[in-house]
């Protein structure tokens, strides 16, 4: 009898920190009120910094997680398409400004472009660390002081994240991967995003490092290399494989999950300049649409006709 009770007991404590937790655990139920006073803060700050052209409303963003201060990590489905997606990270530290700019801006030009983009699957994350972006100061990292882009449960995290950290960045706050791999909110999501879509490329902007970067498939890495060489020369912004860290996007999805990624660091933070890189680096975004992928994972190639045509 005693040891019935106590069975009922531990599953009744289990039941209660389940519920507890699950809020942090799982995707919330989205409130459109919640989702309406976020884009009317994110729409008061854009006009603060000058990006007066930015249009947040008539796009179609959706949201299905919170941050730790209850700000929405929204996105934006676009195209008919639901394979042979392309998906689009932006404000991934919070003090990249421009980088948010340039995917709201995107955003805008698929909305403003419909049949341009109809048949292809396009996933808009503009804003993945809004605390940081809303901060007074705005910060690399998050709410938590955890940088994002060492986050990520890469296999090497647990070997890895924290010597890099201590010996290479010599504990500096703006690299801190967290007491353990995935532990934020803004990580899960993009995880989610990758786990949804499951996209043969994606395309991460930063600043201010001023080059190209990239990742993927170990089995065509060369033909990768070779059409953002190409793309290098025509915008003028040099290619620096710049390599990955434990718990960073490139590793989690580019080299462990065989996922095209390229980053494209912009040159500066500054709010002001992110009509300038839209300007300059649309084209070579719409050529990354345009890049043809074939196969299976691990065994994902560019087709022959990419290589050529860029």
């Given at each position: ?237 040099p290619l620096k494989k710049f390599g990955y860290f434990p718990g960073s996007l490139g590793n989690y999805a580019g080299h462990e999950r065989n996922i095209f990624t390229l980053t494209l660091e912009l040159p ?28 299976k994972e691990p065994f994902l190639k560019l087709t022959d006709e990419a290589i050529k045509k860029h």
């Amino acid at each position: 009898m005693t040891h019935k009770f106590t069975s009922i007991k531990f599953l009744l404590l289990s039941l209660l920190c389940f519920f507890i937790f699950a809020g942090q655990a799982f995707a919330l139920e989205p409130s459109q009120k919640e989702l309406k006073d976020f884009l009317a803060i994110l729409d008061r700050q854009s006009k603060d910094y000058g990006w007066k052209d930015i249009k947040l409303e008539g796009i179609p963003w959706e949201y299905y997680r919170t941050t730790i201060q209850k700000k929405p990590l929204i996105f934006a489905v676009f195209g008919g398409y639901k394979s042979n997606c392309i998906l689009f990270l932006g404000g991934v530290h919070g003090d990249e400004l421009p980088t948010v700019y340039v995917l709201l801006k995107f955003a805008n030009y698929i909305k403003d472009n419909p049949d341009f983009f109809k048949d292809k699957c396009i996933i808009i994350a503009p804003l993945i660390n809004p605390d940081g972006f809303f901060a007074k100061s705005p910060a690399r990292v998050n709410a938590s002081g955890i940088d994002l882009n060492r986050n990520f449960p890469t296999r090497d995290w647990q070997a890895l994240a924290w010597k890099q950290w201590e010996r290479k960045c010599h504990k500096n706050k703006r690299y801190y991967p967290g007491r353990k791999p995935g532990s934020e909110q803004e990580t899960l999501f993009q995880i989610a995003l990758i786990n949804r879509f499951k996209p043969q490329k994606i395309l991460t902007i930063h600043s201010p490092l001023g080059f190209y970067d990239f990742d993927g498939p170990s089995s065509d890495l060369d033909s990768f290399e070779r059409w953002i060489e190409t793309v290098s020369k025509e915008t003028k912004h040099p290619l620096k494989k710049f390599g990955y860290f434990p718990g960073s996007l490139g590793n989690y999805a580019g080299h462990e999950r065989n996922i095209f990624t390229l980053t494209l660091e912009l040159p500066s933070s500054a709010p002001n300049r992110g009509m300038e890189y839209f300007n300059k680096f649309q084209p070579a975004i719409v050529k990354f649409f345009d890049l043809q992928v074939f196969g299976k994972e691990p065994f994902l190639k560019l087709t022959d006709e990419a290589i050529k045509k860029h």
